[in-house]
């Protein structure tokens, strides 16, 4: 079953723009992490951040948790074509380190 | 550095037939393990993980079974292929966060 949610399902912006998105999960965690996977292809890891975390940056993405509310989001801050991909969320515990993936966000990055 | 091949990139198999997908780890030792499969569109399901030589955990039961024969090598395995076997295969390592191959897509005729 999936534990995150992410919301909302499909995005379209104009480059330059901000795109954020948001994942919640129902039980607790280790770690939460954000992949995207460019279609047909494997996933790429963008970030991680622990549950004691509750903000987390990476060149031009911003991650939030609030584990109160059980949920995190992602913010890509002047959003280019080449960010049209989807997008994870995907919370892991520590035994085996497995992770748990939400359903994703298309997101379409119009030049 | 690591890097993780998974082959073959795309399969068109017959119901019935069996199926052996194959995912090597190079550059690093003892990794954890993983196979996910995703359908069109949608999130991965995490179908088996290893943290060790021979030793597989299953997360749901299904048509498929996997095997870690050395410590960087995760087979994926059927003895009869299902049309509901369809979809996209991704092998993944992870220390922490997980790094994934390129996945297969396969294709039950």
């Known amino acids: 079953s999936q534990q995150g949610e992410e919301d909302p399902q499909a995005l379209s912006i104009q480059e330059g723009e901000n795109a954020t998105m948001n994942c919640s999960y129902k039980?607790?965690?280790?770690?939460l992490q954000w992949y995207r996977q460019n279609s047909g292809r494997g996933l790429v890891h963008l970030i991680l951040?622990?549950?004691?975390?509750r903000e987390k940056h990476s060149g031009r993405l911003r991650v939030t948790l609030d584990t109160s509310k059980k949920s995190s989001s992602l913010l890509i801050t002047a959003s280019r074509a080449a960010d049209t991909a989807s997008y994870f969320c995907a919370t892991g515990v520590a035994a085996g380190n497995k992770l748990t993936f939400g359903g994703g966000t298309r997101v379409l990055v119009k030049p | 550095s690591q890097t993780i091949h998974q082959w073959p990139a795309t399969l068109v198999q017959p119901v019935g037939s069996p199926l052996s997908l194959e995912c090597t780890v190079e550059g690093t030792s003892n990794p954890n393990l993983y196979w996910y499969r995703q359908a069109a569109g949608r999130g991965l399901q995490l179908l088996f993980y290893s943290v060790g030589i021979g030793q597989i955990s299953s997360e749901v039961p299904q048509n498929l079974s996997a095997s870690r024969p050395q410590d960087r090598q995760f087979i994926l395995s059927s003895k009869k292929l299902l049309l509901s076997d369809s979809g996209f295969y991704l092998c993944a390592w992870s220390v922490t966060e997980q790094y994934f191959g390129p996945g297969t897509r396969l294709t039950v005729t």
């Open positions: 951040i622990r549950s004691n975390e």
């Open positions: 039980t607790s965690i280790n770690n």
